[in-house]
């Protein structure tokens, strides 16, 4: 049997291993945080990764680990906080297309699955064409329901509550808001008790 100093120090070794194997084929800014630090969920993430992206090739492009189960377009037009990592390892089906502009998701938002996030769309006169590319912006400590899709050029602020299925072709930039529907439309205004505390 281990004692608990063998257990942390083969621990450390097995991390600082790890550590170095993920900077390898990782940008290295978003192997760090809350996943990271103290856990090991984040590294076993690296490892899924490693063998999903690097070898069998899906989203290969992206500089941080991304479960198979989602679609990154462009890994380098798409920004978030590092402890925020875990909304492209859990869950599935989410679907971030921002080969066209970037899509910038604020810190502490949750993302549910099946959700599409979209900065272009196709051109109606010739569907082989996209038309140009418009960022999406999401603030801090939103929730984006399942089955939802946010359009081309959106701005939600803080503390957004997205309903499931709601497709969001308007901005709501003022944040502090449900929202829900197709097209989606303010059910209600949150009073800033009612909105869930933004991450430090």
């Not at 900077?23 to 990271?36: A, H, M, P, Q, S």
């Not at 989203?59 to 189960?69: A, G, I």
């Not at 089955?147 to 957004?160: D, R």
Request: proline share 7%; net charge positive; glycine share 10%.
């Amino acid at each position: 049997m281990l004692s608990p100093a063998t257990k942390k120090r083969l621990f450390s070794i097995l991390v600082r291993g790890l550590r170095f194997a993920g900077g390898l084929v990782y940008d290295r800014r978003y192997l760090v945080g809350i996943y990271f630090d103290d856990s090991f969920t984040g590294w076993k993430w690296v490892l899924r990764g490693i063998l999903f992206q690097k070898i069998l090739r899906f989203n290969r492009n992206v500089p941080w680990p991304v479960s198979p189960l989602h679609t990154v377009s462009w890994g380098r037009n798409l920004k978030f906080h590092p402890d925020d990592i875990n909304m492209f390892n859990e869950m599935s089906g989410k679907y971030f297309q921002n080969f066209a502009a970037p899509i910038t998701i604020g810190r502490g938002t949750w993302i549910a699955s099946n959700v599409g996030i979209i900065t272009a769309n196709h051109d109606p006169a010739d569907l082989t064409r996209h038309l140009p590319g418009r960022p999406v912006e999401i603030g801090e400590a939103c929730w984006i329901g399942m089955n939802a899709v946010i359009l081309p050029g959106v701005t939600l602020g803080p503390h957004t509550i997205v309903g499931a299925g709601a497709i969001v072709t308007r901005s709501f930039p003022d944040g502090h808001c449900v929202i829900a529907g197709n097209p989606a439309r303010l059910l209600r205004s949150l009073d800033a008790d009612q909105a869930c505390e933004t991450p430090k």
